[in-house]
């Protein structure tokens, strides 16, 4: 009865290992190991650390290259691109098509050309700092005037000059330039009152008989570099000054240019004075260059200020203009309003 009760209890205090002895049904059939074999707990073995994989490299989209973009079609600069390719088409393979097309293209571009041409006259006559008409005349008749005028201007400044200086003459005896060329100094001579200082580098008279009373060279032609003649000289006696004017044959018209031009340079004259012997008005002409434009000019900012300069010019007494009368009474006169 003893041993029932014990066996009872030892069965109700193993019972919580039931299952772990079912799992473990090698204690039950290996009898070597008997009923006390101790089983070791296993060792866990740690997880090793899941190491996360690099990111994948984000894709970078390449757009895709695009063709840069012509002008826009029938646009002056696309015709400038593709009218010979046209009309290289229509020579190669002259069909009725390709003939047509080149003539159209070429069509539009003389219509832009029409009409650009008539916005242009219509530009400039409503603004007279684009007008040549107003720099010099453009009728026949207006400049004949002009020219007269600039002519009469001309002549007193020759004659204000040659009173001021004179005209140093290197000739030789054996040239045939120098005989053609001492009637026009001559001629000046006459018509403005200039001292000619007539000079023969061979010592010998021209054969025409002009200058006869000339003078031996005695080293002034070395001095003054002559290496061929004629060779003409303006010299002014009271500064000893000697500007150059040429050492070849000249007509009357380019030696008075070149002595208002070296008494210009020479401060005899004045360049207002000069300007007025142009046959044009100059005193409106702007010297611009890039040095001399303001470094904070922008490009939009240009014409506006072309266009004060411009408007400085007629203002600031470089041309003269008209003043138009203010009172109601003068205006009514006149019929301006």
């Not at 063709?67 to 393979?93: C, F, M, T, V």
């Not at 010592?203 to 200058?211: A, D, E, R």
Request: one cysteine or more; charged letters at 20%.
């Amino acid at each position: 009865m003893c041993q029932v009760i014990i066996f009872l209890a030892l069965v109700l205090v193993l019972r919580p290992n039931l299952p772990t002895l079912a799992a473990n049904p090698s204690q039950w059939t290996d009898h070597e190991r008997g009923w006390f074999w101790y089983e070791p707990i296993p060792e866990e073995i740690p997880e090793e650390p899941q190491v996360e994989p690099p990111p994948a490299p984000a894709l970078v989209t390449v757009p895709a290259p695009t063709e840069p973009q012509g002008p826009p079609p029938l646009s002056a600069e696309w015709i400038r691109e593709n009218l010979e390719k046209y009309q290289r088409l229509a020579i190669d393979n002259p069909s009725p098509e390709n003939v047509a097309a080149y003539l159209y293209i070429q069509r539009v571009m003389l219509d832009k050309s029409q009409r650009f041409s008539e916005q242009v006259k219509h530009v400039v006559q409503m603004d007279p700092f684009l007008d040549q008409g107003t720099r010099r005349p453009i009728a026949s008749y207006g400049g004949a005037q002009f020219s007269k005028e600039a002519r009469t201007i001309r002549q007193l400044l020759m004659a204000q000059i040659a009173q001021q200086a004179g005209i140093f003459f290197f000739f030789q005896g054996s040239c045939g330039h120098c005989e053609i060329q001492a009637p026009v100094l001559h001629s000046m001579q006459e018509r403005y009152g200039f001292v000619v200082f007539p000079i023969s580098i061979d010592g010998q008279p021209l054969k025409n008989g002009l200058f006869p009373k000339y003078v031996m060279n005695r080293g002034q032609a070395q001095r003054l570099q002559v290496i061929q003649t004629p060779a003409m000289f303006l010299g002014k006696p009271n500064t000893r000054d000697i500007i150059p004017l040429g050492q070849s044959t000249m007509s009357m018209d380019q030696l008075e240019e070149r002595i208002l031009t070296a008494a210009r340079d020479a401060g005899w004259i004045t360049p207002e004075e000069y300007e007025r012997t142009r046959g044009f008005k100059t005193e409106m002409a702007l010297d611009l260059k890039p040095d001399s434009l303001p470094a904070n000019l922008k490009e939009q900012d240009l014409i506006p200020y072309i266009q004060k300069l411009y408007s400085q010019r007629l203002t600031g007494g470089g041309v003269g203009v008209a003043s138009l009368p203010e009172t109601k009474e003068n205006c009514a006169e006149c019929g301006l309003k």
